[in-house]
């Protein structure tokens, strides 16, 4: 049995799926999946092309965390909690901005594996900016102008919101990384709680790349130390992905369009730097460069 | 069992009768104490087979419902006023996802100005949600309400949210003698919850999915249909009912003397001081009755023309307004007696708590038949506005 | 026949499965199967799910479902041993005249 099937519409290339495809994977398709409204419930949840293998509900936009608490206490309640994982799949804005039932999961500790599909921005309605979305993208709501060079905003530190609520088991990953997926995925489901993994996911049509480059740049995101791979256990740091020979964020920026504006603008030196800024400090706070011998 | 308790726990009370899987809720005046018995039930471990949640808000609540009730758990909320307005995202939701969630509303105005006090402007406002609406008069009536409305919610042919509306302080607060069912009462009266979809791993099943236009219509329709088959399930469960408890609250309405030419038309609370006023006009000479409204949604259409297609003259008590418009109630009762030629005068009272003496309803009623008294607000105060 | 209507919009499992996006892409991937080692890297990352590694009588290799493969180049981008490589279809050839 299949858990995700194919024939569904994202885009050729698109990380939500393969990370999708990978959590379902490393659960044996034994979970309940709470999907909120956006890009990956669009493409796969259309009534009658249904593409999911595993019990799935769409409720709304804002409200996903809190149906997957209603899931996992009805299970408990039923005695039916053998069935499987309860798993919340759910984009950036979803996240991070419009769905603070969020809070309410960590507050009450559900037990539900929550997994935050990190594109970067609202792609499902055309890439608006999102409280995701890094420092210095354009959107279509944060467009690099005359005056301003795409958002000026940070992105928040949903990590760190997830560790402050005391949740057990808080990871980061990426699409790029399939088998790092379904490790952290497989360690969730084995701690009771509510437990946060945030996976980015690269955007072929938001973030301006060919399906070719996808992993490249999924892949430079982590070297360049802009989306830190790291593991939580009770708060505590229990591993990080390092990285061998840290790249200028450059050459992580320069191949995708939402960024384009830095390289033609004079301005964008500036941005650049402060990007730059964001890369050391994120290897600092987390010890990702390799220490060489 | 006779008991005198607090409307509060006449629902509290039956709620735990109908063997919940997943209560949640928020705090809200004049709501609050409901959810407080049954939290107190929880921690004695009165409620077998039941999670208790706290939630962060009443979007929160409703949403957990959703989750819950779709994975085949019986679920229980109460909420009001704001609360049911925050709600409104989530039940609207909720009937199109056709999950039997049921709700008790203590009714409360909405704000602004805040108001904690009652008037039905709350749940006038989820109209159009799907959510099935039965307004009670007592706490007898609401008491008896909660196992209907999950036998009624939770029917196959129907399968949509259900609200029970009361009024808030002026029931909730009030003591009561109240008939406290058996459990076996119930436990005969109403079968487990066994829907025949849910989440399972066993045979996993999508829900939630979108409609695109070629089939979102049918959708729609399938829930009007729902709403169709619930009125006359309804009647048949009201029955029921009274076959079980002794008690009978009639159907989706109560006409008392229904020869008369001039009718009062109201609902909720009210209704017991008006079954009073009725009386004593009649006293006078007046050739007066009313109409107890219980079932708001599915609106009882032809009920409503069968018992008023020869009236004269229909006196509406609104404790709502459709702002622009008039008083909720009316507009549904124009267009249900549409080609009639029955005088229909709109009154307007009672909103955010504003007392309603019998006295004052008297004079009303009785210059309304003299003809002294239009359509409009009563009992407002005459003022000049002013911005400050 | 009169149509059957899923209340509340509840679907049956694995029903995308009928819709082939096989001619979404303007690109197919093709495997050398003498280079393919079976390591089933590709199946890890493919969005689609329609690469995977399969056996025959005597050996193992990638084989792509070209009823739903976009096209995106994914699994050439990954495969450690250059065995996938990237093939425009005949109908997007076009001469230049």
């Known amino acids: 049995m299949k858990f995700f099937g194919r024939g569904h519409g994202a885009c050729p290339g698109c990380g939500l799926t393969t990370a999708v495809r990978n959590v379902l994977n490393a659960l044996d398709g034994r ?86 599909l990190d594109n970067e921005a609202y792609q499902n309605t055309g890439h608006q900016q999102s409280g995701l979305t890094p420092f210095g993208e354009s959107t279509t709501t944060t467009p690099a102008g005359k005056l301003i060079l795409g958002k000026m905003g940070r992105k928040k530190d949903m990590v760190a919101i997830a560790i402050a609520h005391g949740s057990p088991y808080v990871a980061t990953s990426s699409a790029v990384l399939p088998a790092d997926i379904r490790r952290k995925v497989k360690k969730a489901a084995g701690i009771e709680g509510a437990k946060y993994i945030q996976i980015h996911c690269p955007c072929v049509t938001g973030w301006g790349i060919d399906g070719k480059d996808v992993v490249k740049v999924g892949n430079l995101a982590i070297e360049t130390a802009l989306y830190p791979i790291v593991e939580f256990e009770n708060g505590k740091l229990i591993s990080v992905r390092k990285i061998k020979d840290r790249k200028p964020v450059e050459e992580y920026l320069k191949p995708q369009r939402r960024f384009r504006h830095l390289f033609t603008d004079p301005r964008g030196k500036e941005v650049i730097a402060e990007i730059q800024r964001i890369a050391d400090r994120n290897a600092e706070k987390y010890g990702l460069d390799l220490k060489k011998e | 069992m006779m008991k005198v308790v607090r409307g509060f726990y006449s629902v509290a009370h039956a709620v735990k009768l109908c063997k919940p899987n997943v209560i949640c809720a928020y705090p809200i005046t004049p709501q609050t104490e409901i959810v407080e018995n049954l939290a107190e039930m929880y921690a004695n471990g009165e409620l077998e087979n039941c999670r208790y949640i706290t939630a962060e808000s009443e979007f929160a609540a409703a949403s957990i419902l959703v989750g819950a009730s779709a994975t085949g758990a019986r679920t229980f909320t109460a909420t009001c006023s704001q609360g049911l307005i925050l709600m409104s995202e989530v039940l609207f939701n909720a009937a199109g996802m056709r999950l039997p969630i049921v709700i008790a509303n203590p009714n409360r105005a909405i704000s602004a100005p805040l108001s904690i006090w009652n008037d039905l402007q709350d749940s006038m406002a989820l109209r159009d949600a799907g959510i099935i609406q039965l307004y009670v008069e007592n706490n007898q009536e609401a008491h008896d309400a909660i196992p209907q409305a999950y036998k009624i919610a939770e029917d196959q042919r129907v399968l949509l949210p259900f609200m029970v509306c009361m009024d808030g302080f002026k029931l909730t607060h009030a003591y009561e003698p109240i008939d406290l069912l058996d459990q076996s009462v119930v436990d005969n009266f109403l079968p487990p919850f066994k829907p025949k979809a849910y989440m399972t791993t066993k045979k996993p099943l999508a829900f939630g999915c979108y409609a695109p236009p070629h089939v979102y219509m049918e959708f729609r329709v399938a829930m009007q249909n729902a709403m169709d088959r619930a009125k006359d399930l309804m009647e048949k469960v009201f029955r029921e009912w009274t076959e079980v408890s002794g008690r009978n609250w009639g159907g989706h309405l109560e006409v008392i003397y229904p020869d008369s030419k001039l009718f009062v038309v109201a609902m909720g609370s009210i209704v ?36 008023l297609g020869d009236a004269e003259k229909i006196i509406v008590l609104d404790r709502s307004i459709s702002l622009g418009y008039e008083g909720n109630l009316s507009i549904e009762l124009k267009s249900a007696l549409y080609g009639f030629s029955a005088e229909i005068i709109s009154m307007i009272l009672g909103l955010g708590g504003r007392d309603l003496s019998k006295e004052f309803l008297e004079n009303l009623i009785r210059n ?16 000049e506005e002013v911005i400050p | 026949m009169k149509m059957r209507l899923n209340l509340g919009a509840i679907s049956e499992p694995l029903q995308s499965e009928k819709l082939k996006t096989g001619d979404w892409g303007t690109e197919w991937a093709f495997v050398d199967k003498e280079k393919c080692t079976a390591c089933k890297i590709c199946e890890q990352f493919c969005p689609d799910g329609c690469i995977e590694v399969k056996e025959f009588e005597k050996e193992k290799f990638a084989v792509v479902d070209y009823q739903y493969c976009k096209g995106c180049g994914v699994c050439a981008s990954v495969c450690p041993k250059e065995a996938i490589r990237m093939e425009i279809k005949e109908l997007f050839k076009l001469e230049v005249c």
């Open chain 1, 31 to 116: 979970c309940f999946v709470a999907n909120s409204t956006g890009c990956l419930e669009i493409i796969s949840s259309q009534y009658g092309k249904n593409a999911w293998g595993v019990p799935y509900i769409h409720s709304l936009f804002d409200n996903t965390a809190a149906v997957a608490c209603g899931i996992s206490e009805a299970l408990k309640a039923l005695k039916r909690e053998e069935e499987g994982k309860v798993v919340v799949l759910a984009g950036d804005g979803a996240t991070a901005d419009i769905g603070l039932t969020l809070h309410g999961m960590f507050d009450r500790n559900h037990d539900v594996i929550y997994i935050c």
């Open chain 2, 368 to 383: 309304a038949i003299a003809g002294k008294e239009a359509s409009g607000f009563k009992g407002a105060k005459d003022f």
């Open chain 2, 272 to 307: 017991g001081l008006l079954r009073k006023v009725v009386e004593d006009l009649r006293r006078e000479g007046i050739n007066l009755g009313l109409v107890k409204l219980r079932t708001f949604r599915p609106f009882p259409v032809e009920e409503l023309r069968s018992y």
